[in-house]
């Protein structure tokens, strides 16, 4: 098993991954069974795929496991779920020693972790990803958020889990277009902080169904905690993971969150942003290619007809860039992300050629 | 100025203590200014009284500043009124620089610290308390909280504000009985930490008139930032500031938090619980009838008819009692808090006999 430390001082955790790991969790959890109520919060498929297997061979090994089902979708980080769950868990007896298992992907994680940081003013909590996106990234590091009706991820607060558990071989059971989408936030730390790493993908993408995803994830997760364990509540350098976010939020949000997905459109982001890398001179042009021929090895669905000023709405009525202060991710060579405040509008909406 | 430091590492603050304070807060708050949106956090009586000199203040010095009024009375720590100061909030643009101001009692600290806990994950804000409670008490060591139709304070967390701001003189506003109420918690902090304090408290009491609020704020605020630096998170020593509080929320809840202000009922409660340690063999007679003549000093308003079983009925509904783990703050001699989980509810109800 693969363990990576998270070095937050007291706050510290591991990030284990293995294959199979699912199978094992009870004899890896019993450290941390002190006879205290444990909750599964997860979504009715996952429940029934893999929860209900998971609250079985607990309730085996002597935890106290219960199940609180969250609905499908985005709309289960809603205030009013929030609130409900809340009192689902009073009505169920749950105490400050209480302990919640995230099993799920990004919605179930970021709920199940601002559940954790306000219930009683704090319990512990566990992350357990079931999706590429939430294994090499949402998982870890602390960041959990409900949504508002007026934008995403409004409320919520920096409080981090007792441990992440990630099972690669929950892949499998992923639809292919799911997984091919994640590997979209793995190039992503590779251009932002490890160039070897972007050149070794770029090989395994030759090949894509022999991709090594234990591998990725593995190194993905290193270099995640490396930036989270430099920079927990994102004051500076943590920015650089929204490499590729900008645009990237900016295309869901116009197609409302349901015509791509997440990492998909995080790859059309990067790929304007390393044109715009190109553009301020950070980046020559033998690497923003390079850039690019990885991206596109990835065989991302293509974006429907997309009318530009509809996705530059969405960036230029964010309050960060009215105010001028919009940071934007570049990259000062491969491997390597700078952040600048010095990014015009018009060449914005110049790099989206590249995409539209 | 009196300046007490609350030492915690990376989430240290000052606590400042002056008469005439609230004049002057301009000045001490500028260094903290940055251009960013301020936020006052009051009930509309506070607010008349002194929040709206206190926002043209600011905003004479610079500050971008503006007022949320919260609804009077507990009913401001809703869940209901949470979301919508949040939305209020979002609606008025504040960002993750904003900077809130908690102006008012302990339900208005409360409520502010839970939303500067979690608004866009977390926010500055500054405790100014009003009432002699929150200055000695709830305004040090960032419990923050709201409450749920099934129970208070359910929904919380820990997180620390940025800097308390006290004006003793905002007590002079204050009617009679909600100081000498306040007195309550005072005494209890000579009775669990300081034996030479609850002596000079003792002779204070004699000269009711004269009573040095001042100096009884600063040595309180003294102990509680001493007890919270060494247990942030309330996981044992800080267990301590709770003597007299068993007895105290119950009285409170079965007098439907109408009938008695928490002060008193603390004094009640500790009553109770110094003859419990009497009874225990912790505290000898004379210091139990010192305690009881110190408590007595305070012309606090008699109980009216109650009966002990629905009292004991909310100590034995409680869950922590059910468990076994109730922990109970006792005195093994004066000035030194003990916590015992051997208590029984029969020793509990014979207590009772002392204020019923």
Chains 1, 2 share one sequence.
Not at 153 to 167: A, C, E, R, T
Not at 214 to 220: F, G, L, Q, R
Not at 279 to 299: A, C, H, V, Y
């Amino acid at each position: 098993m693969k363990i990576i430390p998270v070095k937050l001082g007291p706050r510290s955790y591991d990030i284990h991954i293995e294959p199979g790991l699912l199978k094992t969790l009870p004899k890896h959890l019993a450290s941390f069974n002190k006879g205290q109520q444990w909750i599964i919060l997860s979504q009715p498929d996952i429940i029934q795929l893999i929860g209900n297997d998971l609250q079985n061979s607990l309730l085996k090994s002597g935890f106290y496991c219960s199940i609180i089902p969250i609905p499908n979708g985005e709309r289960a980080k809603s205030f009013d779920q929030y609130q409900k769950i809340i009192e689902a868990m009073v009505q169920a007896g749950c105490d400050r020693s209480t302990t919640l298992l995230a099993l799920g992907g990004g919605v179930t994680g970021d709920l199940t972790g601002f559940i954790a940081a306000t219930y009683m003013r704090g319990v512990d909590y566990f992350q357990i990803p079931t999706t590429l996106l939430a294994m090499v990234d949402s998982s870890i590091g602390g960041k959990t958020a409900i949504n508002l009706k007026m934008g995403k991820n409004l409320v919520g607060s920096f409080y981090q889990p007792k441990g992440v558990w990630i099972d690669p071989d929950l892949l499998t059971s992923l639809p292919r277009e799911e997984r091919i989408s994640g590997i979209g936030e793995i190039i992503k730390y590779g251009a932002i902080r490890d160039a070897p790493f972007l050149e070794t993908l770029s090989t395994w993408l030759d090949h894509l169904e022999t991709f090594p995803f234990t591998k990725a994830i593995e190194h993905s997760c290193t270099i995640k905690s490396e930036i989270v364990a430099k920079d927990e509540q994102e004051d500076h350098l943590r920015m650089i993971l929204n490499f590729g976010h900008t645009i990237g939020h900016a295309l869901e949000a116009h197609l409302q969150y349901g015509g791509l997905r997440h990492g998909d459109a995080v790859s059309y982001g990067m790929l304007c942003a390393g044109w715009i890398s190109e553009q301020t001179g950070l980046l020559n042009s033998e690497e923003r290619q390079f850039l690019e021929d990885t991206i596109s090895k990835l065989p991302s669905p293509s974006l429907p007809d997309i009318d530009p000023n509809g996705v530059l709405q969405h960036i230029s009525s964010d309050k960060k860039y009215r105010d001028g202060h919009l940071n934007y991710v570049l990259l000062s060579g491969l491997g390597n992300a700078v952040i600048s405040n010095q990014i015009s509008m018009a060449l914005i909406a110049e790099s989206l050629k590249v995409i539209l």
